[in-house]
């Protein structure tokens, strides 16, 4: 979750707007090792389709990565860099 901001299933920001700094392949591959279970390898194989994804598409000269990451539409999950202000509930 993105914090106090957000609601789980709110709109537009919700459990599924990540931040790219929220992808620690590292870390995921040592729960793996430590759990035993292969779900963390599929989160870091779904990672790494979100980077390379928005590097193709959004960043192909720099390579840069935005902080926040929600789906193209309902309809689209392709990943696309969030819209530059979140927003906030009143009296935060």
């Known amino acids: 979750m993105?914090?106090?901001?957000?609601?789980?299933?709110?709109?537009?920001?919700?459990?599924?707007?990540?931040?790219?700094?929220?992808?620690?392949?590292?870390?995921?591959?040592?729960f793996a090792a430590a759990t035993g279970n292969p779900v963390w390898d599929v989160v870091v194989a779904a990672c790494g389709r979100v980077v390379s994804s928005l590097q193709r598409v959004h960043g192909p000269d720099t390579g840069l990565l935005p902080d926040f990451v929600e789906q193209t539409s309902r309809f689209n999950p392709a990943p696309r860099p969030a819209d530059p202000a979140l927003p906030r509930r009143p009296g935060r």
């Open 2 to 30: 993105l914090g106090d901001l957000t609601d789980p299933d709110g709109s537009p920001y919700n459990q599924d707007t990540p931040r790219t700094s929220d992808f620690m392949p590292g870390q995921f591959r040592a």
